[in-house]
């Protein structure tokens, strides 16, 4: 699966955006943290996910939005 990950580093306080293809969201931090020594910790979120908040994100009202990410 394809993950953006997203990291700080607060030594130099930068922000960080990789695309990770990974089996889950914990392998693909891990890679991240692996990769850039100096980040203290990330988080993940599926392409999925990052194009289903992305579609919410376009929605005009509140009523629309609530029912968008909370639909029980």
């Known amino acids: 699966m394809r993950f ?3 990291s700080h580093d607060a030594d130099q306080q930068k922000w960080y955006y990789d695309f990770v293809v ?9 890679h ?5 020594a100096s980040v203290m910790a990330a988080d993940a979120l599926s392409v999925e996910d ?3 908040l992305a579609a919410i994100a376009q929605l005009k009202n ?4 609530e029912l968008a990410c909370w639909p029980c």
């Not at 991240?32 to 850039?36: I, Y």
């Not at 509140?62 to 939005?65: M, Q, S």
């Open 4 to 6: 953006l990950v997203i």
């Open 22 to 30: 990974a089996p889950s969201e914990q392998a693909a931090v891990q």
């Open 32 to 36: 991240v943290c692996t990769e850039r």
């Open 50 to 52: 990052l194009c289903n």
């Open 62 to 65: 509140r009523r629309d939005i």
